[in-house]
């Protein structure tokens, strides 16, 4: 009987996919976290999840190497891209008469434009790739000592590339001036980098449980 035991490995790996997944496909809605006066701070739903993506590579990286976090890196960008073009193909089906009423509103949760899921896959790609070399390097000069630091380090800087990434290729508007652009796209980037920055902070007592509990892997 063969032995059907998953490495430690194996389980992040797909938790790792499950979080870009969720985060493709449920990130559009957003909730109120805070009001004060005339300021209301919202943030998707994605926000749960995309500090798990961040610190899951730093996580692998630890322990496995530079290499091994890229290549997961790979895989999920892969993943998002397959997720696009499938929602693509699906969207432009016509649909069955029982499922003819509902057809808009599936469309409306799946068939995001082609601008956004661009803006998406770039910024996640660019944001990942950085987060896992400003991490190595870190390792590098710190050895194994402070990984708080390291990863929060890495993770901050990039949830900042990835959010700048999003919003100026997802709502840059031609037809507005530049400081009219700047202005909109800075007002919603700090507060939710700020908020992805905190969330990070409290996690970090997981990535060095993270990091003990993948180090049991065998070899």
């Known amino acids: 009987m063969k032995n059907t035991t998953f490495r430690r490995i194996e389980i992040l790996v797909a938790l790792y996919i499950f979080s870009i997944i969720v985060a493709e496909l449920m990130g559009a809605k957003t909730f109120q976290l805070l009001t004060v006066g005339d300021f209301s701070l919202r943030a998707s739903v994605a926000i749960f999840v995309l500090p798990v993506v961040y610190s899951l590579t730093d996580i692998i990286l630890e322990v496995h190497g530079k290499a091994r976090a890229r290549g997961v890196v790979y895989i999920g960008i892969a993943m998002i891209g397959l997720l696009v073009l499938y929602s693509a193909l699906v969207t432009a089906l016509p649909p069955t008469t029982r499922f ?120």
């Open 100 to 219: 003819a009423p509902t057809e808009a509103s599936y469309d409306t949760i799946f068939h995001a434009s082609i601008r956004i899921s661009l803006a998406s896959i770039t910024a996640f790609a660019v944001a990942e790739l950085l987060d896992v070399a400003v991490f190595a390097k870190l390792r590098e000069r710190m050895r194994s000592r402070k990984l708080w630091l390291r990863n929060n380090l890495s993770n901050f800087i990039g949830f900042f590339v990835d959010s700048l990434i999003f919003l100026t290729l997802a709502f840059y508007a031609l037809d507005q001036s530049l400081s009219s652009n700047f202005s909109f796209i800075v007002g919603l980037l700090i507060p939710y980098w700020l908020l992805k920055c905190a969330m990070s902070v409290f996690g970090t007592p997981l990535v060095y449980a993270g990091v003990r509990w993948l180090k049991k892997d065998p070899a």
